[in-house]
């Protein structure tokens, strides 16, 4: 009987130490990777992919995942913006920027993961022969639009650069 249950003390121990999930392990510098264009309807909990948006009116989120291995992205009392959005239609480019929430730590191990949402608003149709002509009614026309987004943590260290997938903006 002693010897059962040392046995069983034994099994339990080897169960317990093989069953323990070891937590990942990011790089210090951020990555993300892109997810996509999502937009709430009026009376649906639950947002919707989309890849066109209304000129103007049209609101959409962008969403796209991130991880960083020392968990310095998103920390409180910062102002700075973080995350950078780049429209890509025009040259020089219009860039956007926008600061990372509070992002809290996800356990004893100093690394995040998770997905970021920025929320856009009043996207203009550019018309397709002269990048001047702005927020213009055109008969027919989806503006397609690529966005590149990029994030810096504390320390200072940029992400890789990622495109979206195109957003077509209704002109008409």
Not at 15 to 38: Q, R
Not at 99 to 107: M, W
Request: net charge negative; aromatic share 12%; hydrophobic share 35%.
């Amino acid at each position: 009987m002693k010897n059962l249950l040392i046995f069983c003390l034994f099994a339990l121990t080897c169960f317990a130490w093989t069953g323990c999930e070891k937590p990942p392990i990011y790089d210090d510098t951020p990555s993300i990777s892109w997810v996509g264009f999502y937009q709430t309807v009026p009376g649906d909990a639950d947002p919707i992919i989309v890849d066109t948006i209304q000129q103007l009116t049209g609101v959409v989120t962008f969403k796209f995942d991130f991880t960083d291995g020392d968990g310095d992205l998103g920390k409180d009392n910062d102002t700075t913006s973080h995350i950078i959005i780049i429209d890509t239609r025009r040259t020089p480019n219009d860039t956007l920027f926008y600061q990372i929430p509070t992002i809290e730590p996800q356990g004893v191990v100093s690394g995040i993961s998770g997905q970021l949402e920025v929320t856009m608003s009043q996207l203009c149709c550019i018309h397709p022969t002269n990048p001047l002509i702005l927020c213009q009614p055109i008969s027919e026309y989806f503006d397609p639009v690529v966005f590149k987004i990029r994030i810096k943590d504390i320390a200072g260290r940029w992400s890789n650069e990622i495109e979206t997938t195109p957003l077509y903006v209704k002109c008409f």
